[in-house]
């Protein structure tokens, strides 16, 4: 079993299968480009906690940071977190050089204005640190048959490319940025397959606040279903970028 199909499994226990393939891709590309996260860890957006529970564990010096109540303390029952705030990412209540390594997945792109966020993240981030971000890229509507309208149903505001990522960041101040696609081809055409199963999910959420736990019953068959997935890593072409910035 490769690491990717690890990384599904689990995530298929816990999210729609629409969002286990595309969290899979995801941490597949991250762990190409940090394998050894070092502490303390910022989690920008930090959302239910499912993904920080996956990707990095539990016994971690994590703080999560969201301005989403409700995620937020579904987050906390995860127990992964050492500490959880609401705030607003554009004015992070941490002082200057506080963190060694900074994670965004999946949250960048649903925000207006993003250079003040950025700013902030480099500003907590030590000298030295690692920012690994995760989001849609430039390419992504071309890869669902829904295209665009699948951008705006997820409010994607900023899919950018690797050049116009590692432009921005460097503005700001980052040193050496480099990146590399996920979400291939196949992996969206999966995607496509299973988005209408994943609107049972965005219900779920809308009137519960928090994905019910009855999908891990299902999870060895739906496994077995996506048995053999693996998204393959390229310089430019995918539907997801994943980029690592160091300070």
């Not at 925000?111 to 690994?132: A, D, M, S």
């Not at 960041?169 to 209408?196: E, H, R, W």
């Not at 539907?239 to 300070?247: F, G, N, P």
Request: glycine share 8%.
């Amino acid at each position: 079993m490769n690491k990717q199909e690890k990384y599904l499994r689990e995530f298929l226990k816990k999210l729609p299968s629409f969002q286990a393939v595309f969290r899979a891709a995801e941490a597949g590309g991250i762990v190409r480009l940090e394998d050894d996260w070092q502490e303390p860890i910022l989690d920008v957006g930090c959302g239910d906690g499912i993904f920080s529970e996956i990707l990095l564990g539990k016994g971690k010096q994590i703080i999560g940071v969201d301005f989403d109540e409700i995620a937020l303390k579904e987050a906390k029952k995860r127990k992964v977190y050492k500490k959880l705030i609401k705030c607003d990412a554009k004015n992070l209540p941490f002082s200057a050089n506080f963190f060694a390594s900074v994670l965004a997945n999946s949250s960048l792109e649903h925000i207006e204005n993003l250079e003040p966020v950025l700013k902030e993240i480099y500003r907590v981030l030590k000298k030295g640190g690692v920012f690994i971000l995760s989001a849609p890229s430039e390419k992504r509507a071309r890869y669902f048959i829904l295209g665009e309208t699948e951008n705006k149903f997820f409010k994607h505001i900023n899919c950018w490319s690797g050049k116009t990522w590692s432009s921005r960041l460097k503005k700001i101040g980052f040193g050496q940025v480099s990146y590399q696609y996920a979400g291939s081809l196949q992996t969206c055409l999966i995607g496509d397959f299973l988005l209408p199963f994943g609107l049972i999910g965005f219900f779920e959420r809308k009137i519960f606040g928090r994905y019910l736990g009855w999908r891990r019953y299902f999870t060895p068959l739906s496994f077995l279903l996506l048995r053999g997935f693996k998204d393959k890593i390229r310089k430019e072409n995918g539907a997801i970028i994943v980029v690592k910035a160091e300070k």
